[in-house]
């Protein structure tokens, strides 16, 4: 059973930056694809970022193209989230998700997701 402890979310003025941190526990995170997902109060649970398990493919949601980038470190045991020019409509619990490698690339779907973490809230004031 894959423990999954994200970290680094915050407070933040529109404009800024946040990394977020995802680390692993009771298991070996390149056995995994790897995603971000966010979920803002009275919507729906949202794709943000995911990662191939050697981490050579990379997607992004369409309004976080160019401003968000994930990345990995199997060595840690650990994925992370880059935010750049946050804005209000960022605001939302972050969520990271493992998914067994079924596929070469990485699924945009959470219910292709197995494992979860308890989330952290991020929250962009204008």
């Known amino acids: 059973q894959v423990q999954l402890v994200e970290s680094g979310g915050g407070l933040v003025q529109a404009g800024g930056s946040l990394r977020l941190s995802c680390t692993a526990s009771?298991?070996?995170?390149?056995?995994?694809?790897m995603g971000w997902f966010r979920q803002a109060v009275g919507k729906e649970r949202e794709f943000v970022a995911a990662i191939s398990w050697g981490g050579m493919s990379t997607y992004a949601g369409d309004s976080m193209k160019g401003r968000f980038t994930i990345f990995r470190d199997n060595a840690k045991n650990t994925v992370y989230l880059q935010m750049n020019s946050l804005n209000p409509e960022d605001t939302a619990v972050y969520y990271c998700?493992?998914?067994?490698?079924?596929?070469?690339?990485?699924?945009?779907?959470?219910?292709?997701?197995?494992?979860w973490g308890q989330g952290t809230q991020v929250t962009v004031s204008s």
């Open positions: 998700a493992a998914s067994f490698r079924v596929n070469e690339t990485p699924s945009r779907v959470p219910s292709e997701y197995v494992y």
């Open positions: 009771g298991g070996t995170l390149s056995r995994y694809h």
